[in-house]
Nanobody, 126 residues
Framework: QVQLVESGGGLVQAGGSLRLSCAASGLTFSRYDMAWFRQAPGKEREFVAGAKWSGGRRFYADSVKGRFTISSDSAKSTVHLQMNSLKSEDTAVYYC???????????????????WGQGTQVTVSS
């Protein structure tokens, strides 16, 4: 049984930092693209960051480029999202997702992802 469990969300002031973690179990971690999505109230779920571990490539939404960093600890099958210089517009529920590695780039739409975590709330106060 595949499980993705996020942690690390919380309340932070604008300009602050948070580090999200996603622990994966029940899958071969290296065979999956891992990504973070977020969903704010009344908005669609949007891509934030993703990684193809084969080749070491990372992808970011324009809105977070230069502020967020996706990384992994393959020994622990864990993916992290370091979020710096947080803004009020970063407030959302953040989801970890896994997509079986099938293409050259990370998929930026949520539909093809095979597995999802339960989400963790990030609230940035201005």
């Amino acid at each position: 049984q595949v499980q993705l469990v996020e942690s690390g969300g919380g309340l932070v002031q604008a300009g602050g930092s948070l580090r999200l973690s996603c622990a994966a179990s029940g899958l071969t971690f290296s065979r999956y693209d891992m990504a973070w999505f977020r969903q704010a109230p009344g908005k669609e779920r949007e891509f934030v960051a993703g990684a193809k571990w084969s080749g070491g490539r990372r992808f970011y939404a324009d809105s977070v480029k230069g502020r967020f960093t996706i990384s992994s600890d393959s020994a622990k099958s864990t993916v992290h999202l370091q979020m710096n210089s947080l803004k009020s517009e970063d407030t959302a529920v953040y989801y970890c997702a896994a997509n079986f590695d099938g293409g050259y780039d990370v998929v930026r739409s949520p539909g093809p992802y095979d597995y999802w975590g339960q989400g963790t709330q990030v609230t940035v106060s201005s």
